[in-house]
């Protein structure tokens, strides 16, 4: 499959009059629109990739599917409130996430929750961003580490397996439409 991916922390907005014509490209293909959201490391800059600039792009482009990378990392919460008061073609993605899964287990699983009780299950992708994350979880062990979900949710999480085949796949299959 074909999408466009951005990377606004090169220096651009999502928002910008630069990025436009590459959207309008996106949408009127019907092609997915991939972009990073959160802080990332110098020489890169974080301020361009903060979710709030997805707003007015999700109000332009009212049929291009976009997609929130990495769940916003520290900004999750302004991501997942504006999947929720954007419910329409909007989505994001909880690759990068290892760290903190890693990190912090219960840290990692509430957030998750949080997300899907305040936007539904059916607004997130799993995701890996490797290869940069094979050195902090194998694909195969992040997979599993999300897989087991229902059965090892800490701190009386629950999670669903209808949940979580849709963030495996499901969500993916009927986004992508394949």
Known sequence: GRGLQHHPTTGFYPDGEESYRGL???EDLGSPHLTHMGPISQPLTSKDAQPVYLDAVLCD???LTVIGAHLGFC??????????????TFYADFSGQQVLAKRNFSEFC????TAFDHAGADKFLWGTDNPILESVIP???WLN???ELPENAPDGLVFTKDEIDAVLGGNAERI???
């Open 61 to 63: 482009f009212p049929t």
């Open 24 to 26: 309008e490209k996106a």
């Open 110 to 113: 509430h957030m998750l929750r």
């Open 145 to 147: 580490m999300i897989r």
């Open 176 to 178: 992508f439409k394949f």
């Open 139 to 141: 694909m195969k062990d």
């Open 75 to 88: 900004w999750w919460h302004e991501l997942v409130n504006l999947i929720a008061a954007k419910a329409t």
